[in-house]
């Protein structure tokens, strides 16, 4: 059976398994057999904990169906864990499910649920913290400190290793090699973003091209066939790590599509409007708060389709 085939089964295995406990007569010997499922091998508990996360995904969807979903029979509610393992077991041959945002969210080591921001200190004593909706793998042994950005955004402070372990980020575009650092690395889906605060990175796209060296004060961006530089590093961008955004004469749908990472739902912004420049501090805990902040400061209105849907737009004049 071919890696794709094995992943595909697993997914479906673990599909069967929630189906199986979420039944009414689900029993002990039924939990007990699943955990000895989960304990066989470490890929079962990896697709257990996606499965879990499904749950938990379909709970933050507003809407009649979601709720449909969840207050159905568990007959329904198995029918509907049975269509997302086969989803996943779609999306899971090669490198599709690896590439897929929800599939790295509930797959990886370690995620962060939308709107939260997460602090790890590592072994190595290596802080990391991950942004709204970020998810990492983390590959640590005796000759390597691999971080895998998954999806997301991360922010590295590293840390001495007593083992002399090189210590590198990895995301699909290529790899970020510390060298002694503080930097942060953003999948902006065609390239990644890095940008370092102390120390410097070398840059290694996936693709091949020549590496670049990257000072403190400096960003780029790494994409599969080069580098491109960037512009100077700007600490603004790390107040995320503290639940804040900042703007200095930012655009509006700049600073909407920021807003929008960190709340759930549909968040736009009519581009009648976006190039308006606002300057603030925008709590981003409370997506809604910063809305309305941002309303304050610039003649901008929000039009609501029930509490999912957003759109910023021009307020009408007032006569």
């Known amino acids: 059976m071919s890696a794709a085939a094995e992943d595909a089964e697993v997914a479906r295995q673990a599909a069967r398994w929630m189906a199986r406990l979420w039944a009414e007569d689900a029993a002990a010997e039924d939990h007990a057999a699943c955990a000895r499922w989960r304990a066989a091998h470490p890929e079962h508990e990896r697709a257990w904990q996606a499965m879990q996360g499904f749950d938990a995904r379909l709970r933050s969807v507003p809407g009649e169906a979601a709720r449909r979903a969840l207050q159905a029979p568990a007959a329904t509610r198995r029918r509907v864990l049975r269509t997302l393992g086969l989803a996943v077991a779609v ?146 961008d790390t107040a995320w790590t503290r639940g804040l955004l900042l703007a200095d004469g930012r655009r509006v749908d700049e600073l909407v599509a920021e807003i929008a990472r960190y709340r759930r739902g549909v968040l736009r912004c009519d581009p009648a409007v976006g190039a308006l420049r606002v300057s603030g501090v925008f709590p981003l805990h409370d997506p809604d708060r910063a809305l309305l902040n941002l309303t304050l400061a610039l003649p901008l209105r929000l039009r609501r389709v029930g509490g999912w849907w957003i759109t910023v737009e021009a307020a009408p004049e007032r006569r």
Do not use: K, M, N
Request: charged share 25%.
């Open 91 to 236: 999306l899971g041959s090669g490198e599709a499910a690896r590439r897929s945002e929800a599939w790295a969210l509930w797959a990886a080591d370690e995620r962060c649920a939308t709107g939260e921001v997460r602090t790890l200190v590592l072994p190595d004593g290596t802080r990391l913290v991950l942004a709204s909706a970020s998810a990492v793998d983390l590959h640590y042994d005796a000759g390597q400190r691999l971080i895998v950005l998954r999806a997301g955004e991360i922010l590295v402070t590293s840390a001495h290793d007593a083992a002399r372990r090189p210590l590198a980020v990895r995301t699909r575009h290529g790899l970020v090699r510390a060298l002694g650092t503080r930097f942060l690395v953003r999948d902006l889906g065609a390239a990644s973003q890095v940008v370092v605060y102390e120390g410097a990175v070398e840059l290694q796209p996936a693709g091949g091209a020549a590496g670049q060296r990257l000072d403190a004060g400096q960003s780029a961006r790494l994409a599969d066939d080069g580098v491109t530089p960037g512009g100077p590093a700007d600490e603004a």
